[in-house]
């Protein structure tokens, strides 16, 4: 290898794909049988040789080297599934018989959803390219907000080690390194339950306990004097949770000490969003306190890291997955648009699973550069089934929120975001009704304050005013207040105390967004 490559972190893209073609020589891009598939060195190791040849973290190397790696990498991958029949006729069902030679090629690949994922990788597993008698595998099962049915996934022990590595030494230069600071021990926690093979808890504590320098617990669901117990160790702490787990932080610490509290640096709530209420109520209580989104999947450990509060955009950990947002035809839309989150694991040699769709929808945004990690970024903007269906219009339920709240804010009614601890639209499709059920702590005070302010009617024009500026993606510019009011939908807002069993909930405490009833 030449030295001026060997001292260069920019190349141009002829120099960065021979690069990678070292990186991955022929004999590995191309495995001749299953048995090979076997032996293939990890890539995480081609990761760790890219970082040693520049001398520099992989995550900080040009995006010219990144993108040729992970194309080159892109390209084994099909290679392998390709020794797998199942694979073979998929790809081919779509016209594809080798691997792509760019990545404009990448996109014509067939998206891969949840019911691929079961056919392929559930029951027998035929869509496994190294067979599950080999031994060597874990078995995780999705623990998501809506279904029901498990979904399970397998994964390579060998490359799990690996992805919590890179993940965790990820997390910790880039996200809580700025936060711990002093020579006091560093704590990281997480409340996710490690039970019923739901992924999150055993997936993601496997990151957390690879961040260096941090002392990890596996903490599952506390109570008021287990959390003020931990929070009772000396010296700065962070902790990972689903949003609710992150919300009720707030009630389990009132009576905590001001020192305990004061040590308390970075929350990271792992599903959804967190009401703007909880933030406030957390930051009060805990004044030291960030409070980021880590984005994890099934498929995928660790999706996007949100690494400031100054803003709501995640970033990838460079090297770990392809992330894509694409739109309905697998095309990435360009930067600033909206589509949907499909992933493919770079670290799967003996279970390959390409252009996942995870079943978010994300807004694409311009790659990081400058100092500090090369990646990609996105910002999360709902569910793909956070939907509300009117007729054949089908409406973005988080942004129809967020045009609601200003459309009442502007009407002089009060802030949802400052009052709510939960909400969730209810489609009672049969009776064309939705209702925004919110939960307070004064039901009734605030249902005569927003009677008050808007009048009988005020909610329902607030709707159809509000309404055509939440339309989703595919669906702009098909409806206006007049074609939403002959639709013969009500429209109307219930304040409910908390915990009310009107909000529907998940077995593990998750609330969706929306929910459809007949």
């Known amino acids: ?168 030494e990820f997390l910790g230069t880039y996200l809580l390194d700025r936060h711990f600071e002093g020579t006091d021990p560093r704590w990281l926690f997480t409340t996710l339950a490690d039970y019923q093979m739901w992924s999150s808890g055993t997936m993601v504590g496997g990151v957390l306990q690879n961040v260096p320098g941090v002392n990890y617990i596996g903490a599952g669901p506390v109570t008021t004097p287990v959390l003020e117990h931990m929070f009772s160790y000396p010296g700065p702490k962070a902790l990972m949770g689903i949003s609710a787990g992150i919300a009720i932080l707030s009630d389990l610490g009132a009576n905590m000490s001001a020192h305990s ?55 990838a950990v460079p090297g770990l997955h392809l992330v894509e947002i694409v739109d309905e035809q697998g095309r990435w839309v360009d930067e600033g648009e909206e589509g949907e989150l499909v992933v493919t694991r770079l670290h799967a040699h003996e279970t390959p699973l390409l252009r996942l769709k995870l079943g978010d929808r994300m807004i694409r945004r311009p790659r990081g550069e400058g100092p500090g990690p090369k990646a990609e970024r996105f910002e999360f903007a709902g569910r793909t089934g956070d939907v509300l269906h009117l007729n054949d219009s089908q409406y973005s339920a988080a942004r129809a929120y967020e045009s609601l709240r200003g459309t009442l804010l502007s009407a002089g009614a009060p802030d949802l975001d400052k009052l709510a601890h939960e909400m969730q639209f209810v489609n009672h499709r049969e009776a064309r009704t939705i209702t ?55 429209f109307q807002i219930l304040f409910v105390h908390r915990l009310s069993p009107e909000i529907e909930r998940t077995d593990i405490g998750k609330v969706p967004l929306v929910r459809d009833r007949g």
């Open 1 to 168: 290898m030449s030295s001026v490559i060997a001292s260069q972190n920019h190349l141009s893209p002829r120099e960065a794909a021979e690069l990678a073609g070292r990186l991955i020589p022929d004999r590995e891009w191309k495995p001749q049988s299953v048995a090979e598939v076997a032996q293939l060195p990890p890539f995480a190791d081609k990761l760790r040789e890219s970082a040693r040849i520049h001398q520099s973290p992989y995550s900080e190397l040009s995006h010219e080297i990144q993108d040729a790696l992970v194309l080159r990498r892109s390209q084994q991958m099909v290679h392998t599934v390709l020794l797998n029949p199942l694979w073979a006729k998929r790809l081919a069902g779509a016209g594809i018989t080798e691997p792509p030679r760019d990545m404009e090629e990448w996109q014509h690949i067939p998206l891969s959803d949840k019911d691929v994922q079961r056919d392929f990788f559930m029951d027998d597993r035929p869509g496994m390219v190294v067979p599950l008698q080999r031994g060597g595998f874990e078995i995780v099962a999705s623990g998501g907000t809506s279904g029901g049915r498990p979904l399970e996934t397998v994964y390579s022990l060998r490359e799990l080690r690996d992805t919590y590595e890179i993940a965790g």
């Open 436 to 490: 925004l059920i919110a939960s307070v702590d004064d039901p009734q005070g605030l249902t005569h304050s927003l009677e008050t302010v808007l009048g009988p009617n005020g909610v329902q024009h607030a709707f159809i005013s509000s309404l055509p500026r939440a339309l989703s993606l595919f669906n702009h510019g098909e409806a206006n207040p007049a074609a939403i009011e002959k639709t013969g939908y009500r």
């Open 261 to 315: 509290r004061h040590s308390f640096r970075v929350a990271l709530y792992g599903s959804g969003v967190l009401a703007q209420r909880k933030r406030a109520e957390l930051r009060e209580l805990y004044p030291n306190l960030a409070i980021l989104s880590y984005f994890a999947a099934t498929q995928a450990e660790t999706i996007g890291l949100q690494l400031s509060d100054e803003s709501p955009w995640l970033t």
